[in-house]
């Protein structure tokens, strides 16, 4: 059984497997439950701490992360570090989100610069 105290190397490679849907649903959520906290804590320092609009930056970056899993092709090849990827996912939600890039620049701002 997956669980959050597996390590990220179990958990991907049960969600690269064949298994069926309710074992690889429950990689993802053993997943999610192992790195939640960090996830929330890395969201409030992109936000500067306007929890407010943390809880709805993490749960798209964490629905884009899961859709990405489900749809790539290529996963049975992915074989990087799952909190990066993780936190790159969550990073660049926060930018679609504050509609800034990663240089902080506004989407006005790099307008002006046109």
Known sequence: MINS???????????Q????EHIVRGA???????????LEEYALEL???DDFLVS??????LVTARMWIKAQDGID?????L?????????????????KDRFGRSCL?????A
């Open 5 to 15: 105290t597996c390590t990220d190397h179990e958990i991907l490679t049960t969600l």
């Open 17 to 20: 497997s064949r298994a069926p």
């Open 28 to 38: 993802w959520n053993a997943l999610i439950s192992k790195y939640q906290d960090e």
């Open 47 to 49: 936000w500067s701490g």
């Open 56 to 61: 709805d930056t993490l749960d798209r970056a």
């Open 77 to 81: 090849l992915f074989s990087g570090d």
């Open 83 to 99: 909190r990066q990827w993780l936190r790159s996912t969550l990073r660049q939600q926060f930018y679609r989100d504050s509609g």
């Open 109 to 113: 701002e790099m307008d002006d610069d």
